[in-house]
C-alpha cells in the first residue's frame, strides 16, 4: 500500500480527538456502569474506588460530550445527506451480501455511518441535559425527586442504546477493510476510496 497514491481521510486533529475520545469514553462507560448497576461494581477499580467513581464520572463524561460535540462539527459536512444516500440505501440487501458491483457510489461516508452520527448527537445532547439533572449534590437540588428519576431513566437508557451504536460501529470499521488504518495514520490509498467510497475522490478533489 505504500506505493500506491494516498489521500487524507482523517486529520491529524480529528484523530486524536478520536482516540482521546475511546479513553475517556471507555473510563465514562465502566464507571457508570459500576454507579448504575451494583453488579457491575468492580468496574470501578478502574480509576481506584466505588467513591472515586461516583466523583470521576461526571467530569469524564463532560470530557466525553465535549469532544465528541467537537469531532461532530468537524464532521458535519462530510455528514450532511446528499444524492448519493438514496441510490445506496435502496441497495442495501447488496451492501449486506458485499456485492460490490451492484452498490451505488457514496461521498465520504455511506448513509449508515450518517446515521450513527445522527444518533451521537441525540445521545451528547441526553447525556449532558440528563447529567446536570442528576449531579450531586450541585445541581439535582434544583429538580424535583421526579424529575431526576426520570433524567437517571433516560441517562441509563442512552447509556445502553450508545453502547450498542458503539458495537455496531466498531464492526463497520472491522468489516471494511483499512477503516481502522485510516484513523491510526490518516490516509487511505485511492484505491480503497475508489473501491469503498468512490465519490469521496471527487469531493477530495474539490477541496
Excluded at 63 to 75: D, I, P, Q, S
Aim: charged letters at 10%.
Amino acid at each position: 500500500m505504500s506505493n500506491q497514491p494516498m489521500i487524507v481521510r482523517h486529520k491529524l486533529i480529528d484523530r486524536i480527538c478520536h482516540w482521546v475520545i475511546v479513553f475517556v469514553g471507555l473510563v465514562t462507560f465502566l464507571t457508570g456502569f459500576a454507579f448504575f448497576f451494583p453488579s457491575f461494581q468492580w468496574l470501578s477499580g478502574i480509576v481506584g474506588t466505588p467513591q472515586l467513581a461516583k466523583v470521576m464520572h461526571p467530569f469524564f463524561g463532560i470530557a466525553m460530550c465535549v469532544l465528541l460535540a467537537v469531532m461532530l462539527l468537524r464532521y458535519y459536512n462530510h455528514n450532511k445527506w446528499n444524492r448519493y444516500d438514496l441510490p445506496w440505501m435502496k441497495a442495501i440487501v447488496w451492501v449486506l451480501l458485499q456485492k460490490e458491483e451492484n452498490i451505488p457510489p457514496v461521498g465520504h461516508y455511506n448513509p449508515g455511518q450518517k446515521m450513527l452520527f445522527r444518533s451521537f448527537v441525540v445521545f451528547v445532547l441526553a447525556f449532558i441535559v440528563t447529567g446536570f439533572m442528576m449531579w450531586q449534590p450541585y445541581f439535582a437540588p434544583m429538580f424535583s425527586a421526579e424529575a431526576v428519576n426520570w433524567a437517571t431513566l433516560i441517562h441509563s437508557a442512552c447509556g445502553i442504546l450508545m453502547l450498542i451504536a458503539l458495537v455496531v460501529h466498531v464492526w463497520m470499521a472491522c468489516w471494511i477493510e483499512g477503516s481502522i488504518t485510516g484513523m491510526l495514520y490518516g490516509k487511505v490509498s485511492k484505491a480503497w476510496a475508489r473501491k469503498h467510497h468512490p465519490a469521496m475522490l471527487n469531493e477530495h478533489e474539490d477541496n
